[in-house]
């Protein structure tokens, strides 16, 4: 497994740095500060683990919604026989995002977001369409606090 | 939905684009990519602040990836929440740290009574089970059914793409 390559170091950037990464001249060197390494070897140690896939990238998480777009969710029942045939249809399209196959009846789930609010609706149906199933869309109504810690 | 509209100025969406896949790994990352954009590195802090501020940008730093973690099971727990108590106890669920995402959806009746949603990671689905039962607890009968979705196979992920 990846992650036996990581050390108490590594465990430490990962923990501390999740949020609150900040806006100055010299970033690296502040938060590197705060968990008592050097700039360089912060540096270094980012590289590695982004270039390791421990960490999928560093940088700024934007919120497609506060940008203009609109995100929803959206589940599907498919007969197993045509389970990948369906993916193929729901992937094709750009404005879904990610897609899981999950252990239910609705045992699809994917995400449609588009810099356009009005396209969910016209993408959702256009689902149905292709695939003739019906597709379950599950708006998000109220955010809560959403936690960024994962621990390393 | 938002209350802060869109962006409008194309300069903030070079900066979103330009850094959506990541921060340049230097230590002057804001002055590099404002070379790159072609604007003042104090306009591009400005902006960046400004994105930030407004929840544009929810947060600046590592993205981990679960898997590589070894916190590879992801339970989506689903709740019939009583519909007076689900923004209250939402936020209770939302603010433990096992819980990735926390959102109240519509429910789909009969077939989906479930109305609040609760992304669980945990290393193994005991350790989820474990972890969904503590949000069991603290709904207490405020929740009259729940069910896991485990994530069995991940057949998309691009992420937001967004063009300048």
């Known amino acids: ?6 050390d108490e170091t590594d465990r430490k950037i990962i923990n501390a740095l999740q949020g609150g ?9 502040a938060a590197a500060d705060r ?12 590289e590695r683990l982004v270039g390791e896939r421990v960490l999928s990238r560093f940088g700024p998480m934007y919120d497609a919604e506060k940008m203009g777009g609109a995100v929803t969710l959206c589940a599907m029942a498919v007969p197993d026989d045509r389970f990948d045939e369906v993916a193929d249809l729901v992937n094709s399209r750009r404005e879904v995002a990610h897609n899981y196959a999950r252990t239910h009846d609705l045992n699809m789930w994917f995400v449609v977001a588009s810099d356009d609010p009005a396209d969910l609706a016209r993408i959702i ?7 003739g199933l019906k597709v379950f869309d599950f708006p998000k109504e109220e955010e809560f606090f959403i936690g960024l810690r994962v621990s390393a | ?25 230097a230590p002057t990352p804001y002055d590099e990519l404002a070379e790159r954009i072609g604007i003042g590195a104090d306009e591009l802090r400005e902006r960046m602040k400004r994105m930030l501020d407004l929840g544009i940008i929810r947060r600046i730093g590592a993205v981990p990836n679960h898997y590589a973690l070894g ?7 689903v709740w019939d ?33 479930y109305n609040l949603f609760a992304m669980v990671h945990g290393r193994s689905r005991p350790e989820v089970e474990e972890k969904v039962a503590e949000i069991a607890s603290l709904l207490g009968t405020s929740s009259r059914c729940h069910e896991i979705l485990y994530s069995t196979r991940i057949l998309k992920k691009t992420g937001l793409r967004i063009a300048a």
């Open chain 1, 21 to 29: 990464f900040p806006i100055s001249e010299r970033p690296y060197l």
């Open chain 1, 125 to 131: 149906a256009g689902i149905e369409a292709d695939t």
């Open chain 2, 81 to 113: 929440v009583d519909d007076e108590a689900v923004s209250r106890l939402g936020a209770e669920v939302g603010a433990l740290d096992f819980v990735s995402h926390c959102y109240r959806r519509p429910r789909h009746l009969p077939s989906w009574p």
């Open chain 1, 35 to 46: 968990i008592e390494i050097s700039e360089d070897e912060l540096i270094a140690r980012l």
């Open chain 1, 1 to 6: 497994m990846k992650h036996q390559s990581i």
């Open chain 2, 1 to 25: 939905m938002s209350d802060h509209g869109s962006i409008t100025e194309p300069v903030d969406r070079q900066i979103i684009a330009a850094t959506q896949a990541g921060l340049p790994l």
């Open chain 2, 71 to 77: 916190v590879s099971a992801n339970g989506m727990s």
